[in-house]
């Protein structure tokens, strides 16, 4: 039997579906048992069971996992923890998280770290939370060497970001409030090609392109697009071909198109089979 949790703790935790106490915390929650389950264990710092969820073998033995390695466990009521989801329906288990303590210092040098050349994914003041959550996934996916949200950019660590990002989140190494100009000096140190994903009259179309390493693709803002000091750095401007009537794609899948693209140019070995 798991002890309750208690008020304060309640409390306490509630208090992380705000931005302020999450960034006062430097803990976020994560629900669900899937997502829960790529979260490295030394990042969890409690974890809410319902009692139904218990009575599923999955959730008793990822319980029993948590106890094993010291991290506390509470069991809560089906209400208690409808306060807590972000969903409809919450599937039974949440937690807090500690964020993982990556500063702009320490992500420069997990890119020393690197056996390939960098390629990463700069993302300019996007804003809904399942655009960016779904982009840091197909970054993922493409093997991409890390995520830098500048200034303005949605929060990382919110529920639906989470979500969107099905455990990717825990996979690459993701920075948040990046200036400009700690944007430029990362590209002069690391001779840093930009490709911005951008409409302008020096675009030239996607599959007319050349990727080279190392490299940056800049995607911007859903209504803005990409500002003038961040658009200033591109190297190249990208227009995606329309062959029907829409004007224009949906931030994440412009990512998505321009990602793989890069990804076809620039490797050359097959990918992982899972």
């Known amino acids: 039997m798991l002890p309750t949790i208690s008020k304060a703790l309640l409390k306490k935790t509630l208090s992380l579906k705000q931005k302020k106490f999450r960034e006062i915390y430097h803990t976020f929650l994560v629900e669900g048992i899937r997502t829960l389950e790529m979260v490295p264990t030394s990042q969890i710092k409690n974890c809410f069971f319902t009692k139904p969820a218990l009575q599923n073998e999955r959730y008793s033995n990822f319980a029993q996992k948590l106890t094993a390695n010291s991290i506390p466990c509470y069991s809560l009521e089906d209400e208690q923890i409808k306060k807590l989801a972000d969903t409809a329906t919450p599937a039974g288990v949440i937690a807090t998280i500690q964020k993982p303590p990556i500063s702009w210092e320490n992500f420069c040098h997990s890119l020393e770290q690197t056996k390939q050349p960098p390629k990463l994914l700069i993302l300019d003041a996007i804003q809904d939370p399942g655009n960016v959550g779904t982009i840091i996934r197909t970054a993922d996916a493409a093997g991409f060497s890390g995520i830098i949200a500048l200034t303005g950019t ?100 412009a990512a998505a198109i321009i990602i793989y693209e890069a990804v076809r140019q620039t490797t050359s070995s097959a990918p992982n089979k899972h």
């Open 154 to 253: 949605a929060d990382i660590f919110t529920e639906k970001t989470i979500r969107a990002t099905m455990g990717s989140l825990f996979h690459l190494p993701i920075v948040e409030k990046v200036t400009v100009k700690q944007l430029t000096s990362l590209k002069e140190q690391y001779s840093l090609c930009f490709y911005a994903g951008v409409l302008s009259k020096q675009s030239i179309s996607l599959y007319q392109s050349k990727f080279n390493l190392p490299l940056g693709i800049i995607l911007g803002n859903e209504g803005n697009g990409i500002s003038p000091a961040v658009l200033s750095l591109a190297d190249t401007h990208l227009e995606i071909p329309m062959y029907g009537q829409a004007e224009s794609l949906n931030v994440a899948s």
